[in-house]
DNA sequence: CGATCGTAACGAACATGTTCGTCAACGTCC
DNA sequence: GGACGTTGACGAACATGTTCGTTACGATCG
């Protein structure tokens, strides 16, 4: 499912001590394994450190002899979801803004569906090869595109925040839609607003939550890849 | 220190049941009074549940009559913060532009300084009454810039939300600077990249990391500007 | 006034992330 | 070989957010 991941880090990689034959050794490898199964088996939320050590039959507390915490257990965990994820060539100019922005909102779906490790994302900036990998090829479309490579080194910042925080808002969002009809929103909020408070509030309430998620993803993409050509 | 905020809400303010005269009834504004008050002297790190029950002479479980979980106890908070937040006038179109960008800076910077607050942020909407007049103002600077209907409605979620990620993933970054120079991070990652694996990164290398903060946060701002107004 | 219903107050319990201390195994050095 | 230092393994403990169940009070209705 998952090939060897060689990391190039000043991380020396621990070496399990583990010899009981009814034990497998721990290893980083095998850690990022199991939570990447349960992830994909029932989801982000059941990945917690004591499920993790009970699968690999040993305590929580030894888990943190291979990861820091869950933040980097979690950036681990996007570098496996980055290993179907499709790059696209480099090899010509042209359509180079529809791929970049198609790719973008491809990464962004991809994080839609884990919304807890996108938040993480906004922790400690992921770093693994396969999201280099992601950064290298973002910059490789700007640099077809003719941007600057002082506008392509902050704009590829600038485009996966983006994707990452609204990966992180959007996909909570729809997790709190059951039951929450009750719930104060700035939706409701915003329908309400009295007009003598709120006066471009009311007037651009049809507009605010018009369109769907998706028109508006991308639209923002266009924004950001307009400004970053012409900064 | 705070005034009395009113809600236009369909959320019914819950009323204390607490008579015993050794102890005040509790109440929402109370609560989020005493969480400003540790926030603002201790750090928001030390609102804890705990922290705030015992400031009221109450058990922890008492406190979610008032809200609904922390989130909402930070957009509540998130509303404190606003209240010295100076809002700019909308007389005149001259310079819009700046006051927008400016604007949008200092909402960040205040942001800064509560990394955690701002990830909730992402979590769940704000909508206090504060916080709606900070849309309502970016909204009315774009319109007096003449900035098409829905591009503003659409804009404004844009670059809050922008704002919002960048006080979250900045604020955290700072934070997590002391003691962790053995940490791998994006940057020490970037900078031992390969040539033939990652060739754009590495060729944008001493730009990936150049500017300061508030170099990259106020282009980013442009960049944003200049799309919204292009797109 | 008594009965009923809704809900504030909050202890007990649970789940989760993490730290600290202890032990034992392993590697290195003399 | 013995001494010493490093470090993997992991239980116990702690802190934190939150839920559930119970009690008692206040409001409403007949």
């Known amino acids: 499912m998952f090939v060897t991941i060689v990391f190039v880090s000043p991380r020396r990689e621990p070496v399990s001590r583990r010899q009981r034959p009814a034990k497998a050794p721990l290893s980083r490898e095998s850690l990022v394994g199991v939570a990447f199964r349960v992830m994909r088996e029932e989801g982000l939320e059941r990945v917690t450190m004591r499920r993790l050590a009970s699968e690999l039959d040993t305590g929580p507390a030894s888990l943190y002899v291979y990861v820091r915490n869950t933040v980097e257990l979690h950036g681990a965990l996007l570098d496996e979801l980055l290993a179907d994820f499709v790059l696209p060539g480099l090899d010509t100019p042209v359509g180079w803004e529809e791929r970049l922005i198609d790719l ?25 090869p396969r999201y280099l990998r992601l950064i290298d090829c973002v910059l490789g479309l700007l640099h077809t595109g003719g941007v600057s490579a002082r506008n392509a080194a902050w704009g590829v910042d600038l485009l996966l925040q983006h994707a990452t925080s609204t990966a992180a808002e959007h996909g909570t969002r729809e997790e709190s839609v059951t039951g929450e009809d009750e719930m104060e929103t700035l939706a409701s909020v915003a329908a309400e607003a009295s007009p003598e408070r709120y006066p471009h509030l009311a007037r651009a309430r049809e507009e605010l939550f018009s369109g769907t998620g998706r028109e508006r993803m991308r639209w923002s993409f266009e924004v950001l890849m307009k400004g970053i050509k012409t900064t």
């Open 104 to 128: 973008l909102c491809r990464y962004t779906e991809l994080l839609h569906g884990y919304p807890s490790l996108a938040r993480s994302m906004l922790t400690l900036l992921p770093h693994g």
